[in-house]
């Protein structure tokens, strides 16, 4: 057996025993950890496979900010879970899932396993029309070009995820300031951290943005990172989460989807469809896009991480 086969299989493996200990284990916080171990292997997965956007979004989104937003409601729910007697299902409901989902992964398993060899693909055209974007990325293309729509209603979603979680907010509390208030401890090794990293992870963004139109990166990464530095910078207490009401906040939340917007109708007389790009501007327009997006994701995942206002706004 060859090294890389072993370092495959053994990965495949560790993914599948991360997977059943998260959904066999009884404390919630335990699961909420070893799903985000396994969004981590998942991300390892991807570069085994060469996807490096696909790893970066992973390791970003999937075992970053979901596992610490499952990770603060596993904290909110644990006084609750120690005095409220929770009803486990019977032996009969555990294993009609059990076989359910068993059901679910064999056949999956057979569509992937009986797709033609070689797999039916897009590639070829992505690299036939690639050059009329001005891009070196596919992912990039794909997203912002050939796919635009659908990359769109995304950031759209995003924004309205946000509104769902203020939704959960007392009526007196309604544009007050999201999460608690995080106190200061001067010599404190976080707060050390906050002002230390938050100058390079903005770097490190910037450069991942760039990037993002020849190279793996883009704008989910690059905001992302954004959001962990304004995160690590509140949660040390240099500084406090604005008020929600704020009208800049606001607006920073729906710049990404109104220029996108813009964009997209502008193409209408100038491209002659809806999201064209009138040629030898495709990639400037991307990356105006782009730059945009960054900002309101960026802000949007700050603020789902922080959840929904807890305080006023003089508080």
């Known amino acids: 057996m060859n090294m890389p086969l072993l370092v495959d299989g053994s990965l495949v493996v560790l993914i599948l025993a991360v997977a059943i200990w998260t959904i066999a284990v009884r404390d919630s916080f335990a699961a909420v950890v070893g799903y985000a171990i396994y969004g981590l292997m998942l991300a390892l997965a991807w570069v085994r496979l060469a996807a490096i956007d696909a790893a970066l979004t992973e390791a970003a989104i999937g075992g970053g900010l979901t596992g610490v937003l499952l990770i603060r409601a596993a904290v909110r729910l644990r006084p609750t879970e120690s005095v409220v007697a929770v009803e486990t299902p019977g032996r009969f409901v555990k294993a009609l899932a059990a076989v359910l989902a068993g059901t679910v992964s064999a056949a999956l398993a057979v569509v992937v396993l009986s797709f033609p060899v070689p797999a039916p693909t897009l590639a070829p055209q992505v690299a036939g029309h690639i050059a009329s974007t001005g891009l070196g990325n596919a992912v990039t293309a794909v997203l912002l070009a050939f796919r635009a729509t659908d990359t769109l209603l995304e950031a759209v979603v995003l924004v309205f995820a946000l509104i769902a979680v203020w939704s959960l907010a007392p009526d007196r509390l309604w544009g007050g300031r999201p999460g608690p208030r995080y106190h200061l401890e001067a010599n404190g090794m976080l707060a050390y951290l906050a002002r230390l990293l938050p100058p390079l992870g903005i770097i490190v963004a910037i450069y991942v943005f760039w990037v993002g139109a020849d190279l793996p990166g883009g704008k989910f990464q690059a905001g992302t990172l954004l959001a962990a530095m304004w995160l690590l910078a509140i949660m040390a207490g240099l500084t406090d989460a604005p ?73």
């Open 243 to 315: 008020p929600v009401s704020r009208g800049w906040l606001r607006v920073a939340l729906v710049t990404g989807s109104v220029v996108f917007l813009a964009i997209g109708f502008a193409g209408v007389p100038l491209a002659g469809a809806f999201l064209a790009y009138p040629a030898g501007y495709g990639k400037p327009l991307i990356l105006v896009i782009e730059a945009a997006s960054m900002l309101s994701i960026a802000v949007t995942l700050a603020l789902l991480v922080l959840g929904p206002p807890e305080r006023s706004a003089q508080q």
